[in-house]
Each structure stands twice: as C-alpha cells, then as structure tokens.
C-alpha cells in the first residue's frame, strides 16, 4: 500500500450531508498548486463537484497562491478538472440526475507523490436529522463517561 497524507477534509460535508458512496479521483494541478498544497494552503468548507460536457469539473476549492510562485500563480478559486473514467463519470451523473444526489469532495491527500481527492455521493440532511445526529452523539459521550467512571 502506498503512503497516504491527509491534507485537509471537508468537515462541513458530513454534518450537512449524508455520504452515501465515496471514491477516488484525480485532480489537474499546476506546480504552484501543488507546492501550496504541500504547505496546507487549501480550503475544501464550500467546493463541490459538477458535470460539464462529459468532464467533472471540482468548483470554489481554495487553493492559497504561493508565495515565491510569481507569474506562475493561478487564480485560487478557479474551476480544475478531475481526472475519472468515463463510465464512472456517466454513472455518477445518472445518479445526480435521477436522485437528485450531490457530489462533494471530502478529503484532499497525498497518495505517493500523486494529489487526489476522496469524493463523495451525498443526500442532503435535514434539520431533524442534524438534531438527531448531534443527540446521538451526546447520548454516546455520557455512555463512555459513565462506563469510564464505572472502570476506575
């Protein structure tokens, strides 16, 4: 297995949605890109994924400019491509168009030397279930409380 290093995740994802299938891609970058990448200088809270003329397009992902990059740098927010077989990209549409689901990127990582991105095919939460999830949570940190407490 290769060495993976997480960069930076999309914690506004999994509270606002629910994953329901995650995958890999790859994303086209340029070389400041990635070397303000390597310095954490990226910001996946409001990007999501799109479908345009048969490519899947990652959109308002932040990638800081880099500092010594000069005539090199990008636009940060520009629109990149994601690199996915094509039958993987029609299937994924059929199910943003049919479901009405949505695709985000959760995670951004190393892999090798290689930058990719951990998608995600999301449902959106409702604010009931937000409740419900927040209560879950509480309800399971009292219950190892107590059983921490019940150990000592």
């Known amino acids: 297995m290769e060495n993976t290093k997480t960069i930076a995740t999309n914690k506004k994802a999994f509270h606002e949605y629910f994953v329901l299938e995650s995958m890999e891609a790859g994303i086209e970058l340029s070389g400041t890109e990635v070397k303000s990448i390597r310095r954490g200088g990226v910001n996946l809270k ?4 799109s479908i345009d003329d048969g490519e899947m397009i990652i959109k308002q992902m932040h ?4 500092d010594h990059g000069n005539i090199f740098n990008r636009d940060p927010m520009r629109n990149r491509k994601l690199l996915l077989h094509k039958r993987e990209i029609m299937r994924l549409l059929g199910a943003v168009k049919q479901q009405g689901l ?19 095919l999301c449902k ?11 209560a879950k949570r509480d309800a ?13």
Not at 46 to 49: L, P, S, V
């Open 63 to 66: 990638i800081s400019p880099y």
């Open 140 to 152: 399971n940190r009292a219950i190892d409380r107590a059983l921490k407490e019940q150990n000592r």
């Open 46 to 49: 409001d990007a999501w994924c």
């Open 124 to 134: 959106g939460k409702q604010l009931h279930d937000k409740r419900a999830v927040a």
């Open 102 to 120: 949505t695709l985000v990127p959760l995670s951004l990582y190393f892999k090798g030397s290689l930058v990719k991105v951990q998608l995600g």
